[in-house]
């Protein structure tokens, strides 16, 4: 089958598409045919190896996981033992960063745990942009930021992969919310339910004042005084992302540190993927509520030019590519 396959660290360059054996479904497994895959942060941050720390996890001098590819959408081709929960020919969505990744490729072998039925109402490529974005977007929202009706929420770079269903989210679960974003995308946040908006370009953040009862971080880079100085008393920052992987790392491990001054909590996301969460997002998608924002629709073969693209930080909603149109 191929694959986009990386040997070696280095820029989205050292990506080639090969021939690689298929995979053969464990127990608890199924093996997907996948029709369609989308880009995401994790493909592109763990390709050069760097900062150099991770290759504890990743792999020192070659990186253990070598096929690329988080999310899937595609069809069930092959049962492993004792599956009662999906059928043959049942058509599914699912993230595998946590597993290993291995989505850029014709075959995947996926625990259904972390599988949910396909949105009826979307095509394979569109439902390939949900599973990894739409997850962590619910996670924080939800979870980490307990996000309550009619809280004023801040949500930094709600334009991109991730963003996008943040500001949805929040939309969803009864906030206020005011989408921060670059002049060419403050048509699209509006469009997404965004009831104000500020052009990061010409609107420094930390002239606005401490208006928010949540702020989420997806995108950008600010310091951690003026994510302080935009929350009330009381209010909430979770850090989904954004420019700083040392600062996404910092308040992750230090939230609880930072959050012993003045009242204000600090909390970093560290998504994790399951099939609840998923089919959570499928019913909502199902519903009309939430939809993914498509930039642009590529070919498998230009899936390393397109990471490559996503790396720049300036995508506004998913790269999404055909795996097998069939
Ligand atoms: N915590 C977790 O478990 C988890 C999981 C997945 C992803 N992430 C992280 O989440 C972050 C976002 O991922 P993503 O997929 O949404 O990224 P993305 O799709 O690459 O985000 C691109 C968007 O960010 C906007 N942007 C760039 N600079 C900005 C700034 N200074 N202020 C506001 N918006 C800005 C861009 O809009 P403009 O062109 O208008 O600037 C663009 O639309 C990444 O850092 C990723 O690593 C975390």
């Not at 899937?72 to 595998?96: A, H, K, P, R, Y």
């Not at 939800?142 to 996000?147: M, T, W, Y």
Request: aromatic share 6%; proline share 3%; net charge positive.
């Amino acid at each position: 089958m191929k694959a986009i396959v990386q040997e070696q660290y280095g820029s989205a360059e050292v990506l080639k598409v090969l021939e690689v054996e298929k995979p053969k479904p464990n127990n608890s497994e199924v093996l997907i045919k996948v029709k369609a895959t989308a880009l995401n942060a994790p493909d592109w941050r763990l390709l050069r190896g760097k900062p150099f720390v991770m290759r504890m996890m990743t792999g020192l001098i070659r990186p253990k996981n070598k096929i690329k590819g988080c999310e899937f959408s595609g069809q069930i081709v092959e049962l492993g033992q004792g599956i009662t929960d999906f059928q043959l020919g049942d058509e599914v969505i699912g993230d595998i960063a946590d597993e290993g990744f291995g989505a850029f490729s014709d075959y995947v072998s996926v625990k259904t745990s972390l599988l949910a039925k396909k949105p009826q109402s979307l095509s394979h490529l569109e439902a390939a942009a949900l599973p990894l974005t739409a997850v962590t977007a619910l996670q924080g929202v939800r979870d980490i930021g307990q996000l309550k009706a009619e809280e004023d929420v801040l949500v930094i770079g709600a334009s991109g992969g991730v963003g996008s269903y943040v500001l949805q989210l929040a939309k969803y679960f009864g906030g206020n919310v005011t989408a921060v974003t670059s002049e060419r995308n403050l048509e699209q946040a509006k469009d997404l339910g965004a009831q104000e908006v500020i052009d990061y370009t010409k609107k420094p953040l930390v002239n606005i004042g401490n208006k928010y009862d949540l702020v989420i971080a997806v995108n950008g880079y600010n310091k951690i005084k003026t994510y302080r100085k935009l929350l009330k008393p009381e209010g909430r920052l979770v850090m989904i992302g954004g420019k700083s992987m040392k600062q996404i790392i910092f308040v992750t491990a230090f939230g609880g540190l930072l959050s012993r001054k003045n009242g204000k909590k600090f909390k970093g996301l560290l998504a994790k993927a399951n099939g609840k969460d998923l089919s959570y997002i499928v019913n909502l998608v199902d519903r009309k509520e939430i939809r993914p924002v498509i930039e642009k629709e590529i070919i498998f073969e230009d899936i390393p030019r397109g990471l490559a693209e996503l790396e720049k930080g300036h995508v506004s909603g998913k790269i999404v590519a055909w795996v097998n149109k069939d």
